[in-house]
């Protein structure tokens, strides 16, 4: 868990989330397709972008409140929780996504499927940025 990397990241996010897209830059509308939430499920970054810095929630909030009793402080796993280490933040995010989804991914999924029952796809996005590599 790199707090510092965290935090400069989120610091970036909210720079270029500030400054905006002034749309096409032929003046006429964008007539591609949208990226489907698939698509944009892939970087967790793109979720946080999307919301004001102050609507953006806080990796290590989450991690703390939802994840530290079983993952540890550091990832490393604790009894029959996994460790975290090694996972991309795009993995964790895909996994937690399909976990809240109901998709069986292995023995503990039950408790992992109430442990993300109630977050939203920015706070998902969020502790996956926070605890992903």
């Known amino acids: 868990m790199k707090p510092f990397h965290i935090a400069t990241h989120l610091f970036l996010l909210a720079t270029l989330a500030a400054c905006g897209d002034s749309g096409a830059p032929n003046g006429k509308a964008d007539t591609a397709q949208a990226e489907s939430p698939a ?11 999307a919301l004001p810095p102050e609507d953006q929630p806080y990796g ?10 079983c993952h540890g402080a550091l990832g490393q796993g604790v009894d029959n929780a996994p460790a975290l280490t090694g996972l991309t933040r795009s993995a964790m995010q895909q996994k937690m996504l399909a976990y809240r989804a109901g998709q069986t991914l292995g023995p503990q999924t039950a408790v992992m499927a109430e442990a993300v ?16 590599e």
């Open 60 to 69: 290590l909030d989450v991690y703390s409140a939802k994840c530290v009793q």
């Open 117 to 132: 029952a109630g977050l939203s796809d920015a706070e998902i996005a969020a502790v996956s940025i926070y605890a992903g």
């Open 39 to 49: 698509q944009a499920a892939n970087n967790p970054a793109d979720i946080l972008a």
